[in-house]
């Protein structure tokens, strides 16, 4: 079991850093073609509607791949495969005539997602999200597909797959760019339709091969019964439909957080350039530390081994909050020179660094809270209970506009800002910060309802430790910064990675002497 464990991680961040790292290269290419400017932030408001369903529903971690997950993962393969195309079909014409009602009112979603945005940009986003709409029912699948081959522990396809949309928006962005270069009349896939239509086609390829590996595995049966395994497949849409609800809820906070946005110019690209920095690292930590134990929470459970599952839980929390508070710390350490290495170039131009390295802190903040939600919420769907994370996020809508709103000043349409903390873009994010600080609480104390008991006292203790380990390497690695840009304006790529080794070394010290640090370098062999 613990070489089984370990090779699935090894494989799962292999893939998913090969997936983070085409996404890195992708964003770079964004930024120098597009900068902080009113075609990027119409595609991120076009963006919000398929991508919810690509990344949320479609995505690792996803409902559907975790509802697939927990449910065929015991089942023979032929009767996972009848079980896996009998949801199929349904989902992917649900979700056709879905992406049919939101093609015909493109204009009517953009306008109120955005509604202080510029005509221009509206039109552009509008456009954008027409072009889109194929995505939704593809999405569908994908998610399905994702959670079948997990289920048989094939683990590396999944992981490296979201890379294929990244290239493909890489590659159409430089044949545009060698186009345009050779011919100004030309108009391949002019500027307001190129990422959207990048987005497409890597889908449709992501699509295309997600169906070639599960007919590879023996679970894509054309031929289904369909009256049997009737029990399977409502167990799944029993699990499906409240997460994908639930999962629909915080989708909400994404309207809401751009609804306020929209205020705000270059805030939508600003935020995605931010988020991306923050979500590469926090992606990988992701899906190499809760995807590979959703389906041993799931046995464990049905095989009723709660004090074992209960064990692998805390494990995994201390884990969790030990490299996420590292990773705080380094992002706030280094956040100017992260962003000047990674953006600044072609129309991406000083004052955009100034706006997303803010960005970029406040992220940072809330790095704990996002990761531990998606542990505690996925440590939920194994149980398979899905009631309280629904009442969760169902609450978390009505906290985060209240955050949303009196963070940025809480504007009013008589009395002008009446909240004396306005801070702009920033206080968006902040809100989800501690609106996930709040759902994490209430989560960990429900545990011991489903007779898991965390050592709440300990956990805090080694929380607080952790913190100021990551202070105390921050404040060291920042003086260090400070001395060195004094002598030297040039700060390359060579230099963060020494400084980046410094950071995590330090750190690494500092929670061993404090004990709060489990992670052994070298295992000894018997």
């Given at each position: ?49 398929p ?144 990422l ?11 699509f ?20 049997s ?42 935020l ?28 464990l ?97 009505i ?20 909240s ?27 545990l ?6 965390l ?20 404040s ?51």
């Amino acid at each position: 079991m613990k070489s089984y464990f370990k090779n699935n991680i090894v494989s799962i961040s292999f893939g998913t850093t090969i997936s983070k790292l085409a996404g890195c290269i992708r964003q770079v290419t964004i930024a120098a073609a597009f900068g902080i400017g009113i075609t990027y932030d119409a595609f991120n408001y076009a963006y919000i509607i398929p991508g919810f369903l690509l990344i949320i529903i479609g995505g690792i971690n996803g409902p559907l791949h975790n509802g697939i997950v927990a449910v065929i993962t015991p089942l023979k393969q032929k009767d996972g495969g009848i079980v896996l195309t009998q949801i199929s079909i349904k989902l992917t014409l649900l979700l056709f005539f879905l992406g049919l009602l939101i093609y015909f009112n493109a204009g009517f979603l953009i306008n109120l997602i955005a509604p202080n945005l510029s005509d221009a940009g509206q039109s552009i986003a509008t456009y954008q999200l027409k072009v889109l709409t194929p995505c939704i029912p593809l999405s569908g699948f994908i998610g399905l597909s994702f959670g079948a081959l997990n289920s048989r522990n094939k683990f590396f396809v999944s992981s490296i797959s979201p890379a294929i949309t990244s290239l493909t928006t890489i590659i159409f962005i430089f044949i545009s760019w060698f186009l345009n270069y050779q011919d100004t009349s030309s108009n391949f896939l002019t500027d307001k339709g190129l990422l959207a239509f990048a987005t497409l086609t890597g889908v449709f390829i992501q699509f295309s091969i997600q169906i070639w590996e599960i007919y590879k595995i023996g679970l894509l049966r054309l031929k289904s019964t369909w009256y049997s395994l009737r029990n399977e497949e409502k167990r799944i849409f029993d699990l499906i439909f409240p997460a994908s609800i639930s999962s629909g809820l915080g989708q909400i906070n994404v309207f809401i957080d751009m609804f306020f946005a929209s205020s705000f110019p270059g805030a939508a690209s600003g935020l995605a350039y931010g988020n991306f920095l923050i979500q590469a690292p926090v992606g990988i930590l992701s899906n190499s530390l809760i995807l590979p134990i959703l389906p041993t929470f799931s046995k464990l459970r049905s095989n009723q081994e709660n004090r074992e599952l209960e064990k692998k839980l805390i494990s995994t929390i201390e884990y969790c909050f030990l490299i996420t508070i590292c990773l705080t710390g380094f992002f706030i350490t280094y956040n100017n020179q992260i962003v000047e290495l990674v953006f600044q170039r072609g129309a991406f131009d000083y004052e955009a660094v100034l706006k997303v390295r803010n960005i970029l802190i406040a992220y940072a903040v809330g790095i704990p809270f996002y990761l531990y939600r998606d542990l505690l919420v996925r440590t939920y769907y194994s149980l398979e209970k899905t009631r309280l994370p629904f009442q969760l996020s169902l609450g978390g809508i009505i906290l985060n506009m209240l955050f949303d709103w009196f963070l940025i000043g809480a504007p009013t349409v008589n009395f002008g800002n009446i909240s004396p903390f306005n801070f702009g873009i920033v206080g968006i994010i902040l809100s989800s910060a501690i609106v996930n600080f709040i759902i994490c609480i209430f989560l960990s104390i429900n545990l011991q309802n489903h007779n898991i008991h965390l050592p709440k006292l300990n956990l805090l203790k080694k929380i607080l430790l952790i913190y100021l380990s990551s202070a105390a390497t921050g404040s060291i690695c920042f003086s260090i910064s400070n001395n060195i840009n004094k002598f030297n304006n040039i700060f390359d790529l060579s230099m963060l990675i020494v400084l980046s080794l410094a950071f995590f070394i330090i750190y690494f010290l500092l929670t061993k002497l404090l004990k709060i640090n489990n992670f052994k370098l070298f295992e000894k062999k018997n």
